[in-house]
């Protein structure tokens, strides 16, 4: 049976101060469910409704919430039926395996983060880093964001500048992505090396710009006055151009 504290507790993690106060985050919809439950990360509650688990009863497992008590439950605007309490994992040292790895410095928007997170796995970038001060991972919007790539793919929080100082003290290529820098279509990529994208409002920070070894950029086409590509676009262009070399 699920309790009125149950309810209220699910309902705070909507709000990044309880996420981090109970170490936990919700996951919502069924394929981000079924690729949550696939995953190592452990989930603490299920909860479905009868309607729901009429039409998809492999997740017979679930507790059987009402409509009224998912829609509290629920962050969404139209509750998808289903939803999972999960714990947030402790963050370990920052161990690499891809031949890229993607940098954040200073994303602030969760959809761009969650994309870059998708965008990232697609290309076979299975490691993101991101600065201190980007959005945070278990935020909702973020959580949607990467449709279960969160669930697969490492990312870290770290200070970035140190990170990319060390990657380049130990002659690592770091690529990052600005208005002045080498065309990314006419560059000889190296077969491994670490990409930066810059947050949405000021790009590649002052005091990451020393790290950066090999300036790029997406010439514009035409007479395009655009001042500048969405922080996820951006991304999804340079990983999908370096990764085909």
């Known amino acids: 049976m699920i309790t009125k504290n149950t309810i209220k507790q699910i309902a705070s993690l909507r709000q990044q101060k309880f996420r981090k106060e109970l170490g936990l985050f919700v996951v919502e919809g069924r394929k981000m469910v079924e690729e949550l439950l696939r995953s190592d990360f452990e989930t603490t509650g299920l909860f479905a409704t009868e309607t729901f688990l009429a039409d998809y009863p492999s997740f017979a497992d679930a507790e059987i919430a009402n409509e009224v008590q998912m829609e509290q439950m629920s962050g969404q605007d139209t509750p998808p039926g289903i939803l999972a309490v999960v714990k ?28 870059l997170i998708r965008t990232a796995e697609w290309f076979g970038i299975n490691d993101v880093v991101c600065s201190k001060d980007c959005v945070e991972l278990w935020n909702p919007k973020t959580v949607q964001a990467t449709m279960g790539s969160l669930f697969r793919v490492k990312v870290w929080k770290t200070n970035l ?36 994208i810059g947050s949405e409002s000021h790009g590649i920070r002052s005091e990451v710009l020393p790290c950066i070894t090999h300036p790029i950029t997406i010439p514009r086409v035409g007479g395009s006055v655009t001042e500048s590509l969405n922080a996820a676009v951006a991304g999804g262009i340079i990983i999908g151009e370096m990764t085909r070399n």
């Open 88 to 115: 947030i994992p402790e963050q370990g040292d920052i161990k690499t395996s891809s031949p890229y790895v993607l940098a954040l410095d200073g994303i602030a928007n969760p959809g761009n983060m969650g994309t």
């Open 161 to 196: 500048p140190d990170y990319l100082r060390q990657a380049k003290d130990e002659g690592k290529a770091v690529y990052g992505a600005l208005l002045e820098g080498e065309d990314l279509f006419q560059i000889k990529a190296k077969p491994e090396g670490i990409i930066v």
